[in-house]
């Protein structure tokens, strides 16, 4: 498979959010509103469909795929990455900062918007060099959402496979009750 092919159709359309939001937010931070939007929507989401949105809809993620494979220099990354520990110290580490800046601003929006602009930028900052330097989306080995998506996931699979029993496992009554 080529790595053209690879490519979703949706990715092509999601990409270019990730230029609009992480450039244009810089000249105009209430782009950090449609960020907060997907944030919401994917943890929703995940809740359903754990990762879809990472290997589908995120516009970094896509610009991953798309334009990273171009620069990378498709080496391992290290393991350390992947760890649970430290996949959950890059959560708590993020959404420390998130709320400690958030709660700086005072509840001023265009602050609150830059706030997700910069996050964003930042994340950036690691994520291409990263990228260059070992795979495209190494990253996404420990990106605080992604993360955040997986566990959400589980959560909702846990969820739905205690339903499923639960609505297959006769009652007592149904036990003694006759056969029609
Ligand atoms: S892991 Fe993070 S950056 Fe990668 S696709 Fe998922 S949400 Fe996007």
């Not at 830059?114 to 964003?120: H, L, P, Q, R």
């Not at 070992?134 to 699979?157: D, I, N």
Request: aromatic share 14%; glycine share 8%; charged share 15%.
């Amino acid at each position: 498979m080529t790595r053209k092919s690879k490519v979703k159709r949706s990715q092509r359309i999601m990409i270019w959010l990730y230029p609009l939001i992480a450039i244009g937010g810089l000249f105009y931070p209430f782009l950090g509103y449609v960020m907060l939007a997907m944030m919401v929507f994917l943890v929703i989401y995940s809740y359903f469909k754990a990762r879809y949105w990472c290997g589908n809809l995120c516009p970094r993620g896509a610009f991953l795929d798309i334009v990273m494979p171009y620069l990378t220099l498709d080496r391992s990354y290290p393991r350390l990455l992947t760890r649970k520990w430290f996949r959950w110290s890059v959560l708590g580490f993020f959404m420390s900062v998130f709320i400690a800046r958030i709660m700086a601003t005072g509840g001023n929006p265009v602050a609150i918007g830059g706030v997700f602009i910069s996050m964003c930028v930042v994340t950036s900052l690691i994520a291409i060099p990263l990228g260059i330097a070992t795979r495209p989306r190494a990253w996404c080995a420990f990106c605080p959402m992604g993360t955040l998506q997986e566990t959400l996931g589980k959560v909702g699979r846990r969820h739905a496979k205690a339903h499923r029993k639960a609505v297959r496992l006769p009652s007592s009554s149904d036990r003694n009750s006759p056969k029609s």
